[in-house]
C-alpha cells in the first residue's frame, strides 16, 4: 500500500513546478460565480432603476462541493480558485444601500441627460465634462450627488464581496460585472466608458451598439451611445 504521505508530498512539488493542470471544474465552478453575480446585478439594477419593485434575495453563490484532491489541488497551488459560501438570508446592507440608490435614481438620470456625467468601465459615476454645468450652486449639487452614489456603490460592491467570502471575489471583478450591466442597458445619449480590452470590450464590440459606434469603438474610450 502507498503511503498516502509521499502520495501528497508528490502532489505538492507536482503543483508548485507547473506539472499538474488544475480540473476543468475549477473554471466552471468560477463561471458559475460570475454568472450567479451577474445575475444579482440584473435584479439590483432592476430594483434601483424602478423597474421592480421588490429587491429579491440576494445571497452567496451555491457552494461547491469537492474532494480531497480538488481541495489539495486548491491550497497547493498559487492560483487560488473561487468556492463560494452559502448564506441563509439577504444581507440587509445591500437592501440599505439599493433603497438609497432608488431614490437618488431619478437625480442621477437627470443629471447624465445634461452631458456632464457619465459611467466609467469601474462601475462608478464621473465627471466628463464640467463646463456644460455653468451654475455654481448647480456644479456642487451634481458633484454631491456624485459624491453619494460613487459612496453607495462602493458600499454595494464591498457587501457583495463579504457575503462571497468563500470564493475570494474581489471588488475589482464586481466593478467589472456591474460596469457592463449598466453598458449593456445604455440609452442613447448616454456617455460611457467602454471596457478595457478583453472579453467585455469583445462582447460589446459585436453587440448593435458597438457596431454603431465604428471607428469610436476602442478600448477604455469615453463615447456617446448612438
Known amino acids: 500500500m502507498r503511503n498516502p504521505m509521499k502520495s501528497f508530498t508528490l502532489l505538492g512539488l507536482l503543483v508548485l513546478v507547473g506539472c499538474v493542470v488544475i480540473p476543468d471544474t475549477f473554471d466552471a465552478n468560477i463561471n458559475i460565480t460570475i454568472r450567479h453575480i451577474e445575475e444579482q446585478a440584473e435584479d439590483v439594477l432592476d430594483y434601483v432603476e424602478g423597474d421592480s419593485e421588490d429587491l429579491p434575495g440576494l445571497s452567496a ?6 474532494g480531497w484532491f480538488k ?64 451654475d ?10 456624485l459624491a453619494a452614489d460613487n459612496e453607495d456603490r462602493k ?5 457583495i464581496v463579504r457575503i462571497n467570502t468563500d470564493q475570494e471575489l474581489n471588488v475589482s471583478t464586481v466593478e467589472r460585472i456591474y460596469a457592463q450591466k449598466r453598458l449593456e442597458r445604455a440609452k442613447s445619449g448616454d456617455l460611457f466608458q467602454l471596457p478595457p480590452s478583453g472579453d467585455d470590450f469583445n462582447a460589446f464590440r459585436g453587440s448593435p451598439k458597438g457596431k454603431a459606434l465604428g471607428s469610436k469603438c476602442k478600448p477604455n474610450a469615453w463615447v456617446t451611445i448612438p
Open 61 to 66: 453563490a451555491p457552494k461547491s462541493e469537492i
Open 71 to 134: 481541495n489539495a489541488l486548491r491550497i497547493l497551488s498559487p492560483i487560488q480558485t473561487a468556492h463560494a459560501q452559502t448564506v441563509k438570508s439577504t444581507s440587509p446592507r445591500i437592501k440599505q444601500v439599493a433603497d438609497k440608490m432608488k431614490q437618488r435614481n431619478a437625480e442621477v438620470a437627470g443629471i447624465k441627460k445634461t452631458g456632464a456625467v457619465g459611467e466609467n468601465n469601474r462601475g462608478l459615476l464621473e465627471l466628463q465634462n464640467p463646463s456644460v454645468i455653468t
Open 136 to 145: 455654481t450652486d448647480e456644479k456642487n449639487r451634481v458633484q454631491r450627488v
Open 155 to 159: 458600499q454595494l460592491y464591498k457587501e
